[in-house]
């Protein structure tokens, strides 16, 4: 296990990431620019009216703009892979996932979406209803338990798009069962990695946001050789 400590990841992270700064930053910029067209395109897409057609127009859009970015998320996640196995990764990859089996990437959009909008309207629920016939202590308590399932959702699944990029030949279901198996026993750790970037994201802020492009391929790297890590053990032990 000492290969999934953050030290040791971090440092091989720095290690993959010499001499590839210029396009990783690229990288950052074009996901970076798609990013921000998709969030005006969803704004665009806000209804003006609160009927119910416009109700179930915005969340068609919602969900083809969100498909839309984990299509191009896995596309980051296969550039990074590459580097990570020290292969062969260019700009192209960003748009690999478009021409290549999406359809399970939009079946995850539209589960993570369902799972999202869940924990939403169940904390928007306590919090309009529970105050009033629920104790204060309870409604905490119901309120962190629906955090708590959003939080193990996000940790088992969140290596979907790292599994796509693996093996974009496997379905929805498949890759799915697979996140549950990889992340058995790994959560916790995935946790701890993520908290270490803390002190990174303050930096980030002071640099007013200016950081992240050097930030996010550093943070996306580590957890690119943290799932390839556990996959690796995975494959030894078959």
Excluded at 4 to 21: D, F, H, S, T, W
Excluded at 88 to 107: G, K, N, Q
Aim: proline fraction near 3%.
């Amino acid at each position: 296990m000492k290969q999934l400590k953050p030290r040791v990841l971090k440092r091989e992270a720095r290690i993959k990431m010499q001499g590839n700064y210029g396009t990783l930053v690229i990288a950052a910029l074009i996901v970076f620019g798609c990013t921000f067209l998709l969030n005006i395109v969803l704004t665009l897409l806000a209804p003006a009216s609160t009927t119910l057609l416009s109700a179930l127009l915005y969340l068609a859009g919602l969900l083809i703009v969100n498909t839309l970015y984990n299509v191009l998320s896995a596309g980051v996640s296969r550039l990074y892979l590459n580097l990570a196995t020290d292969q062969p990764f260019s700009l192209r990859d960003l748009f690999y996932a478009f021409s290549t089996h999406p359809e399970p990437i939009a079946v995850y959009s539209a589960v993570s979406l369902a799972a999202e909008a869940g924990v939403l309207y169940v904390i928007l629920i306590l919090l309009a209803y529970g105050a009033r016939h629920l104790g204060f202590q309870l409604l905490i308590l119901l309120m962190l338990a629906a955090l708590l399932v959003f939080l193990w959702f996000v940790l088992t699944f969140s290596c979907f798009l790292f599994l796509h990029a693996r093996d974009p030949r496997k379905s929805a279901k498949e890759l799915f069962r697979d996140c549950i198996h990889l992340m058995k026993g790994h959560r916790l750790a995935l946790f701890w990695l993520s908290l270490t970037f803390f002190g990174v994201l303050v930096l980030c802020i002071l640099s007013f946001g200016i950081g992240l492009l050097f930030a996010m391929p550093y943070m996306q790297i580590t957890t690119t050789l943290f799932y390839e890590r556990i996959a690796e053990m995975e494959e030894k032990e078959k």
